[in-house]
């Protein structure tokens, strides 16, 4: 089982930066892919990035070329440099990885742009 927990979430004025953080333990040698996702009130929750183990990333179009998502697999971390924040990025942002096949879910971080 793995046991996942983020950090770094808050408030932010339009145009500045936040770097969300995300921690896995638990059984396992190798996390396949690590990734963040969001979801907005009244919205379905959507892929913000993730980080194969091969390092190959996917953003959602909404984000490409403002936040940067990067792993460390030393520390079985995950990162979403978010830069440029925009008030359309408010929302409850959820750590997920997948180890041999299961996806794991952290419990969410809040993230809100104001304007």
């Known amino acids: 089982q793995v046991q996942l927990v983020e950090s770094g979430g808050g408030l932010v004025q339009a145009g500045g930066s936040l770097r969300l953080s995300c921690a896995a333990s638990?059984?396992?040698?190798?996390?396949?892919?690590m990734g963040w996702y969001r979801q907005a009130p009244g919205k379905l929750r959507e892929l913000v990035a993730n980080?194969?183990?091969?390092?190959?990333?996917t953003y959602a179009d909404s984000v490409k070329g403002r936040f940067t998502i990067s792993r460390d697999d030393a520390k079985n971390m995950a990162s979403l440099q978010m830069n440029s924040l925009q008030p359309e990025d408010t929302a409850d942002y959820y750590c997920n990885v997948v180890v041999d096949g299961r996806m794991s879910w952290g419990r969410g971080t809040q993230v809100t742009v104001s304007s």
């Open positions: 638990g059984s396992f040698f190798t996390i396949n892919t």
């Open positions: 980080i194969r183990s091969d390092y190959s990333t």
